[in-house]
């Protein structure tokens, strides 16, 4: 079975810098099936990425993906402040389904 | 608009039962898988089942398979989760999300605001 292990685990950053999160698979994962999640205290997720580079609808440009076969990034240029919060890779394909990583909080 | 709200969560025994519902609205939910993701306290998501447009196919998390039940009503435009034998570590934000695309391997693009499930004796 697929493990899908984030990092780091907190990460410390000021608006204006750039964020570079990773998501790395214990194998192969398509890049049809990774998705990005963004999820602030009290909310539901929020789908930013999916088939590993793919914004959603309405998603800032600032937010972007990448990666493919074991290693995923998502990458915020510019970090506004709306933009700390926890993020979460999944992947969609294989077994297990519907996986997620445990998470990466973003804070200032 | 898309819309899923959620509800029927609360405080239940170990051992009990509940049945979550998730009612939708803004888009044509029969032609949309649906999924149920949870989320314990302080962690991370579990996604735990989904179904499928017509209610034909369901799968489920380990976790839960054979004490949890998923299923649709397209005419209500609802999804529910019947779940029995409840444990301690059922305890989560029970989230329904919509599949993007009317596809099995899909991202969730539309999610509900949950509904919290404590299981506590």
């Known amino acids: 079975e697929i493990v899908l292990t984030q990092s780091p685990g907190t990460l410390s950053l000021s608006p204006g810098e750039r964020a570079t999160l990773s998501c790395r698979a214990s194998q192969s994962v398509s890049s049809s099936y990774l998705a990005w999640y963004q999820q602030k205290p009290g909310q539901a997720p929020r789908l930013l990425i999916y088939g590993a580079s793919n914004r959603a609808t309405g998603i800032p440009d600032r937010f972007s993906g990448s990666g493919s076969g074991t290693d995923f990034t998502l990458t915020i240029r510019r970090l506004e402040p709306e933009d700390f919060a926890v993020y979460y890779c999944?992947?969609?394909?294989?077994?297990?389904?519907?996986?997620f990583g445990q998470g990466t909080k973003l804070e200032i | 608009e898309v819309q899923l709200v959620e509800s029927g969560g609360g405080l239940v025994q170990p051992g009990g039962s509940l049945r979550l519902s998730c009612t939708a609205s803004g888009f044509t939910f029969s032609r949309y898988w649906m999924s149920w993701v949870r989320q314990a306290p302080g962690k991370g998501l579990e996604w735990v089942a989904n179904i499928n447009e017509d209610g034909s196919e369901k799968y489920f998390v380990d976790s839960v398979r054979g004490r949890f039940t998923i299923s649709r009503d397209n005419v209500r435009t609802s999804l529910s989760l019947r779940m029995n034998s409840l444990r301690g570590e059922d305890t989560a934000v029970y989230f329904c999300?919509?599949?993007?695309?009317?596809?099995?391997?899909?991202?969730?693009?539309?999610w509900g605001q949950g509904t919290l499930v404590s299981v506590s004796s």
């Open positions: 999944q992947q969609y394909g294989n077994s297990p389904l519907y996986l």
């Open positions: 999300a919509r599949h993007l695309g009317p596809k099995f391997r899909a991202p969730l693009d539309y």
